[in-house]
């Protein structure tokens, strides 16, 4: 696919609708900008309904835990960073 899109004021980009529809990206939608050579490419940031969801798996219990948060925090990235590249 490929549209072309016009760089208004402050920079904004007016994503065409099937586009938005397509990757459920609604007002509010948060979305990574990465930069590869001379491309710009936006991904959308997983949501969940139920936050929790997100960290389903992230946390190994057989060896302790000594900080649950950054454990989460570090599967988190690793799970963004695999469903992105």
Do not use: C, W
């Amino acid at each position: 696919m490929s549209d072309t899109l016009e760089v208004g004021r402050y920079g904004r980009i007016i994503l065409p609708k099937d586009v938005r529809l397509r990757h459920g990206i609604r007002e509010k939608s948060r979305l990574i900008v990465r930069e590869r050579g001379n491309q710009i490419i936006l991904i959308p940031v997983a949501t969940y309904d139920n936050p929790t969801e997100a960290l389903y798996g992230s946390v190994d219990l057989t060896p302790s835990v000594d900080d649950p948060k950054e454990t989460a925090r570090r599967h988190l990235h690793r799970k963004a960073q695999g469903e992105h590249l």
